[in-house]
T-cell receptor
Protein backbone atom coordinates (compact mmCIF):
# COMPACT_ATOMS: atom_id res chain seq x y z
CA UNK A 1 0.00 0.00 0.00
CA UNK A 2 1.24 3.48 -0.86
CA UNK A 3 -0.81 5.16 1.91
CA UNK A 4 -1.41 8.83 1.08
CA UNK A 5 0.10 10.10 -2.17
CA UNK A 6 0.45 13.78 -2.98
CA UNK A 7 1.43 15.39 -6.25
CA UNK A 8 3.37 17.42 -7.10
CA UNK A 9 6.14 17.40 -4.48
CA UNK A 10 7.38 20.86 -5.40
CA UNK A 11 5.82 23.74 -7.29
CA UNK A 12 6.70 27.35 -8.04
CA UNK A 13 3.92 29.69 -9.14
CA UNK A 14 3.69 33.31 -10.09
CA UNK A 15 1.19 35.51 -8.32
CA UNK A 16 -2.23 35.07 -9.90
CA UNK A 17 -1.59 31.64 -11.38
CA UNK A 18 -3.84 28.74 -10.48
CA UNK A 19 -3.04 25.15 -9.68
CA UNK A 20 -4.50 22.02 -8.16
CA UNK A 21 -2.77 19.87 -5.56
CA UNK A 22 -3.71 16.24 -5.85
CA UNK A 23 -4.11 13.75 -3.02
CA UNK A 24 -5.09 10.10 -3.11
CA UNK A 25 -5.27 7.43 -0.40
CA UNK A 26 -5.53 3.69 -0.79
CA UNK A 27 -6.53 2.82 2.77
CA UNK A 28 -10.30 3.03 2.23
CA UNK A 29 -10.52 5.91 4.70
CA UNK A 30 -13.69 8.00 4.75
CA UNK A 31 -12.26 11.29 6.01
CA UNK A 32 -9.58 13.37 4.36
CA UNK A 33 -7.92 16.68 5.27
CA UNK A 34 -5.79 19.44 3.82
CA UNK A 35 -3.35 21.31 6.07
CA UNK A 36 -0.80 23.99 5.53
CA UNK A 37 2.39 24.20 7.59
CA UNK A 38 4.18 27.47 8.18
CA UNK A 39 7.18 28.07 10.48
CA UNK A 40 6.12 28.50 14.08
CA UNK A 41 2.44 27.92 13.35
CA UNK A 42 2.08 24.19 13.38
CA UNK A 43 -0.38 22.54 11.04
CA UNK A 44 -3.51 24.51 10.23
CA UNK A 45 -6.57 22.87 8.71
CA UNK A 46 -7.66 24.35 5.41
CA UNK A 47 -10.55 22.08 4.40
CA UNK A 48 -11.71 18.63 5.27
CA UNK A 49 -14.03 16.00 3.91
CA UNK A 50 -15.74 13.86 6.51
CA UNK A 51 -16.94 11.44 3.85
CA UNK A 52 -17.31 11.12 0.12
CA UNK A 53 -19.55 13.86 -1.22
CA UNK A 54 -19.04 16.30 1.67
CA UNK A 55 -16.52 19.06 2.26
CA UNK A 56 -16.25 21.70 4.96
CA UNK A 57 -14.08 24.67 5.80
CA UNK A 58 -11.34 24.40 8.35
CA UNK A 59 -9.42 27.12 10.14
CA UNK A 60 -7.87 28.88 7.12
CA UNK A 61 -10.04 28.26 4.00
CA UNK A 62 -9.77 31.65 2.30
CA UNK A 63 -8.18 31.47 -1.15
CA UNK A 64 -8.71 27.73 -1.52
CA UNK A 65 -11.30 25.35 -2.89
CA UNK A 66 -11.52 21.58 -2.62
CA UNK A 67 -13.10 18.68 -4.44
CA UNK A 68 -13.74 15.22 -3.04
CA UNK A 69 -13.69 13.46 -6.39
CA UNK A 70 -14.40 10.01 -4.96
CA UNK A 71 -13.55 8.12 -1.79
CA UNK A 72 -9.86 7.95 -2.72
CA UNK A 73 -9.17 11.45 -4.00
CA UNK A 74 -9.32 14.89 -2.41
CA UNK A 75 -7.87 17.83 -4.33
CA UNK A 76 -7.01 21.37 -3.23
CA UNK A 77 -7.21 24.23 -5.71
CA UNK A 78 -5.64 27.67 -5.59
CA UNK A 79 -7.57 29.82 -8.05
CA UNK A 80 -5.33 32.87 -7.92
CA UNK A 81 -2.15 32.20 -5.99
CA UNK A 82 -0.77 34.84 -3.64
CA UNK A 83 2.66 35.03 -1.94
CA UNK A 84 0.90 34.45 1.41
CA UNK A 85 0.06 30.96 0.16
CA UNK A 86 3.73 30.00 0.04
CA UNK A 87 3.76 27.04 2.39
CA UNK A 88 4.07 23.29 2.73
CA UNK A 89 0.75 21.56 2.12
CA UNK A 90 -0.09 18.20 3.62
CA UNK A 91 -2.97 15.92 2.83
CA UNK A 92 -4.09 13.40 5.43
CA UNK A 93 -6.67 10.69 5.78
CA UNK A 94 -8.18 9.24 8.92
CA UNK A 95 -8.40 5.75 10.25
CA UNK A 96 -11.89 5.37 11.75
CA UNK A 97 -10.66 2.93 14.32
CA UNK A 98 -10.67 3.78 18.00
CA UNK A 99 -7.41 5.73 17.88
CA UNK A 100 -8.57 8.16 15.21
CA UNK A 101 -5.09 8.29 13.66
CA UNK A 102 -4.36 10.61 10.76
CA UNK A 103 -1.97 9.44 8.04
CA UNK A 104 -0.14 12.13 6.14
CA UNK A 105 1.22 12.37 2.63
CA UNK A 106 4.76 13.51 1.91
CA UNK A 107 3.66 17.09 1.30
CA UNK A 108 3.79 19.66 -1.48
CA UNK A 109 6.26 22.51 -1.12
CA UNK A 110 4.74 25.52 -2.85
CA UNK A 111 6.39 28.86 -3.53
CA UNK A 112 4.39 31.77 -4.92
CA UNK A 113 6.53 34.56 -6.32
CA UNK B 1 -12.25 28.33 19.44
CA UNK B 2 -10.07 25.71 20.98
CA UNK B 3 -6.38 26.50 21.15
CA UNK B 4 -3.53 24.15 21.80
CA UNK B 5 -0.34 25.87 22.93
CA UNK B 6 2.98 24.06 22.86
CA UNK B 7 6.29 25.06 24.44
CA UNK B 8 9.12 25.47 23.89
CA UNK B 9 9.24 26.31 20.20
CA UNK B 10 12.86 25.21 19.94
CA UNK B 11 15.08 22.98 22.05
CA UNK B 12 18.75 22.28 21.47
CA UNK B 13 20.31 19.47 23.50
CA UNK B 14 23.52 17.52 23.61
CA UNK B 15 23.16 13.86 22.78
CA UNK B 16 22.38 12.00 25.99
CA UNK B 17 20.50 14.87 27.63
CA UNK B 18 16.80 14.67 28.36
CA UNK B 19 14.12 16.64 26.52
CA UNK B 20 10.57 17.64 27.41
CA UNK B 21 7.87 19.43 25.43
CA UNK B 22 4.62 20.66 26.97
CA UNK B 23 1.19 21.09 25.54
CA UNK B 24 -1.65 23.13 27.07
CA UNK B 25 -5.24 23.46 25.94
CA UNK B 26 -7.73 26.21 26.67
CA UNK B 27 -10.46 23.57 27.01
CA UNK B 28 -10.74 20.06 28.39
CA UNK B 29 -9.72 17.48 25.81
CA UNK B 30 -11.34 14.11 25.28
CA UNK B 31 -7.96 12.85 24.11
CA UNK B 32 -4.61 14.09 22.92
CA UNK B 33 -2.33 12.77 20.22
CA UNK B 34 1.37 13.21 19.58
CA UNK B 35 3.05 13.24 16.17
CA UNK B 36 6.69 13.40 15.08
CA UNK B 37 7.92 15.03 11.91
CA UNK B 38 11.49 14.34 10.79
CA UNK B 39 13.27 17.18 8.95
CA UNK B 40 11.87 17.37 5.43
CA UNK B 41 9.30 14.71 6.25
CA UNK B 42 5.67 14.44 7.16
CA UNK B 43 3.97 14.06 10.55
CA UNK B 44 3.77 10.50 11.83
CA UNK B 45 1.46 9.40 14.63
CA UNK B 46 3.20 8.41 17.86
CA UNK B 47 0.51 7.87 20.46
CA UNK B 48 -2.93 8.81 21.75
CA UNK B 49 -3.79 9.44 25.41
CA UNK B 50 -7.37 9.25 26.55
CA UNK B 51 -7.60 8.86 30.33
CA UNK B 52 -7.06 11.50 32.97
CA UNK B 53 -3.56 11.14 34.44
CA UNK B 54 -2.58 8.55 31.85
CA UNK B 55 1.12 7.77 31.39
CA UNK B 56 2.40 5.75 28.46
CA UNK B 57 5.92 4.78 27.50
CA UNK B 58 7.52 3.93 24.20
CA UNK B 59 11.13 2.96 24.84
CA UNK B 60 12.80 6.27 25.82
CA UNK B 61 9.65 8.34 25.26
CA UNK B 62 7.20 9.00 28.11
CA UNK B 63 3.84 10.62 27.42
CA UNK B 64 1.58 12.07 30.11
CA UNK B 65 -1.97 13.40 30.08
CA UNK B 66 -2.86 15.78 32.88
CA UNK B 67 -5.41 15.04 35.56
CA UNK B 68 -7.66 17.82 34.27
CA UNK B 69 -7.16 16.65 30.66
CA UNK B 70 -6.02 20.12 29.64
CA UNK B 71 -2.29 19.51 29.39
CA UNK B 72 0.14 16.89 28.22
CA UNK B 73 3.86 16.33 28.00
CA UNK B 74 6.35 14.28 26.04
CA UNK B 75 9.64 13.44 27.72
CA UNK B 76 12.58 11.83 25.96
CA UNK B 77 15.27 10.28 28.13
CA UNK B 78 18.88 10.28 26.90
CA UNK B 79 18.27 11.81 23.49
CA UNK B 80 19.85 10.35 20.40
CA UNK B 81 20.48 11.93 17.01
CA UNK B 82 17.58 9.89 15.66
CA UNK B 83 15.23 11.91 17.90
CA UNK B 84 15.79 15.05 15.81
CA UNK B 85 12.59 16.52 14.42
CA UNK B 86 9.46 18.46 15.30
CA UNK B 87 7.08 17.08 17.88
CA UNK B 88 3.43 18.09 17.71
CA UNK B 89 0.59 17.58 20.10
CA UNK B 90 -2.95 17.60 18.72
CA UNK B 91 -6.36 17.70 20.29
CA UNK B 92 -9.78 17.12 18.77
CA UNK B 93 -10.88 20.03 16.61
CA UNK B 94 -14.16 21.90 16.84
CA UNK B 95 -17.09 19.73 15.87
CA UNK B 96 -16.05 16.82 18.02
CA UNK B 97 -14.18 13.69 17.17
CA UNK B 98 -16.95 12.47 14.87
CA UNK B 99 -15.29 14.42 12.06
CA UNK B 100 -11.79 13.47 13.12
CA UNK B 101 -10.51 17.03 12.90
CA UNK B 102 -7.41 17.86 14.89
CA UNK B 103 -6.10 21.11 16.32
CA UNK B 104 -2.31 21.01 16.35
CA UNK B 105 0.06 22.80 18.68
CA UNK B 106 2.79 24.91 17.11
CA UNK B 107 5.32 22.14 17.54
CA UNK B 108 8.68 21.89 19.30
CA UNK B 109 11.73 21.61 17.05
CA UNK B 110 14.32 19.37 18.68
CA UNK B 111 17.96 19.56 17.65
CA UNK B 112 20.41 17.03 19.07
CA UNK B 113 24.12 17.80 18.94
CA UNK B 114 26.35 14.71 18.84
Amino acid sequence: NAGVTQTPKFQVLKTGQSMTLQCAQDMNHNSMYWYRQDPGMGLRLIYYSASEGTTDKGEVPNGYNVSRLNKREFSLRLESAAPSQTSVYFCASRDRGGKNIQYFGAGTRLSVL
Amino acid sequence: GQQVMQIPQYQHVQEGEDFTTYCNSSTTLSNIQWYKQRPGGHPVFLIQLVKSGEVKKQKRLTFQFGEAKKNSSLHITATQTTDVGTYFCAGPGAGGTSYGKLTFGQGTILTVHP
